[in-house]
């Protein structure tokens, strides 16, 4: 064993990066563009808030790379970003301090580099040198031997040993066990453990289904293209459960692309968003349906459904969103359709109370759909959530006062979390005199939907986003 991988590596520096000595950040290597990219895109995603996915082809495309290159810098992204807490936990097993303590840019370096040593087919000598090179570029040449030293350890065991050596036991933690083995923050595995009541096999059915990368489901605009036509002209399938879903093949390229998208025939969406905006236009209603309300409405997805089915029966809806970029993109979204688009804050929109039908599609936290994002799941707080839940308590208020009695409301998130679906929902139905419906009665042909009253959709159960919607009628 050499002596480098006998010592324990110490770091190079404490606190903020080395203020480069050459001037600003240094152009692409021309020898490694790929790792040049990918390097780049966690540099962002973590210093600025980026999201990979928006970061990664933005700079693909702005130096031209393409073909191998560009998969390879795809897979390094959006793999290092989803394992980054076994990555980090690897890294931090192979240092003698706190990663905290590890300078940002040297960092990325090592996740990266540890990502090629345990999960790809990258040589060693390959990732680690790669690595070495990148870091010495963008912290200097003194934090080079210490990345070697570290990739070097962390390259000493694969995936599977350091998993036997850093997970907690099944038995006595079986949500750290799995958080560690699926690589999410634990706090979103308890999570998901309490919405599904189970700490077992369905957790991890459902961690990892968080993990694959979600297919791309399209919405046929009611009344302009069946699911049949719009599967056919695109070669996709009719989905199992909304009626206007097609899910595309894997690879079958930019759905914005397909004519039925650019003609707004058709456009992409979530199943499980779909039916739930589906299952709000089903709830039988006595006396008049005409006025509908979505209260946060950008960026319009849920509106334009919820439009197209309001012009074929002869309802309008109005679209409220409080931000106004986000309002544009309603006004696009469900251009032609009976919609009228307002800038308002959905607790006090200023609308005239007594809309037929509403649904408050509330701000959350996500975790339903953290598969979209490669780099969500570690950016979340647990805090995030109690922000939240104020803020959707106060949107179902103001929702109820602008209900008629006899009136039904839909609320629903993108997130399986207890604290926002069923801690939200039964809080306001006290305070408001609702009455909770069964949902599942409005999601016909949905297996696997529990015992209601509510509905939780799952990636692992129904290939959709994990939606929650819960549909209330006002009683006075
Ligand atoms: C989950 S998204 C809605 C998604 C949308 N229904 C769709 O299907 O495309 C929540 C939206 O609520 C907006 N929002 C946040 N706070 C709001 C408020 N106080 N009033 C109205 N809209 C708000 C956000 O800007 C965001 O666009």
Redesign the pocket.
Known sequence: MSPERERRPSRPQRGRPAPRKQGPRRPPAPEDPARRVALDVLHAVRERDAYANLVLPDLLRQRRISGRDAALATELTYGASRAQGLLDAVIEACIDRPLSKVDGTVLDCLRLGAYQLLRTRVPEHAAVDAMVNLARADAGSHVAGFVNAVLRKVSEKDEAAWLEELTPDRDSDPIGHLAMRTAHPRWIARAFAEALGDKGTELQAALEADDARPEVHLVARPGEISADELAAITGGDVAPYSPYGVHLPAGAGDPGDSEPVKEKLAAV?DEG?QLC?VALTRVPLEGSDERWL????????????LGALAGLSGARVDA????PH?AR??EK?TEGLPVTVRV????D?GLEPGYDRI?V????S?LGALRRRPEARWRRKPSDVSDLTK?QS??LASAFELLRPGGVLAY???SPHLAETEGVVGDAARRAKAEILDAREYFPGVPQLGDGPYVQLWPHRHGTDAMFCAVLRRLE
């Open positions: 969406q968003s905006a979505d209260l946060c409405a950008g960026p319009g997805g849920k509106a334009a459904l409220v969103e409080q931000a986000r993109l309603v979204a308002a804050d959905g607790r929109p649904l599609d509330a701000p959350c996500g803020l106060q949107l629903v998130v993108c």
